[in-house]
């Protein structure tokens, strides 16, 4: 059988204004298998517009349980889009990864964390009239935070904020969420540290 995969975010997981198989999730798990990495398509828990202390409500409610192979968390940009304190995102971001480990069997080394990335370069910010240097500062300390509790246990890290910042053209028709192509871009970033993560995994 294949590896499993769990897949826990928002819009950005769910891929909003992109077709299923252009999700980065599903992406990086046709990357790993064109790359020997027998991971099954993900199990994708995630929709647009959830905080961290939705996405835990979500996860009571779905009532997943362990053990998965790999469990990827990319959260957080709603609680900064609703303007909460980072101390606040902590603490919930730190409970949500907490439970990405358990449900990856208690190994933070099969639990994939990926940065949030920079909606303040989107025509929707511009448009909007909100200030998009305070959101970079916003998530860059967002993701100061997110890092820092993912490397604390020993779970895996991927910033591809700077691909959203540097590739901001890369937009789904609503202006405001990626494409498939920056999603791609996102997969392929992600691709050799998830790869290394699952190169001793055997699959059963």
Known sequence: MPLSYLALGDSYTIGESVPAEGRWPVQLAAAL????????????????????DELAAAMDAAGHAPPWDLVSLLIGVNNQYRSRDVDGYRTEFRRLLERAIALA????????VLSIPDWGVTPFARDSGRDTARIAAELDAYNATA????????????DITPISR???????????????????????????????????????
């Open 33 to 52: 298998r064109d790359a020997g990495t027998p991971l099954g398509d993900p199990v994708i828990l995630a929709t647009t517009g959830w905080t961290t």
């Open 105 to 112: 069997a208690g190994r933070a080394d099969r639990v994939l």
């Open 147 to 158: 890092r820092e509790e993912t490397l604390r246990p020993g779970a895996h890290w991927v």
């Open 166 to 204: 540097q590739h901001a053209a890369l937009l789904a028709d609503d202006g405001l969420h990626p494409s498939a192509a920056q999603y791609a871009l996102w997969a392929k970033a992600a691709l050799p540290t998830a790869h290394a993560m699952l190169a001793t995994m055997p699959a059963t």
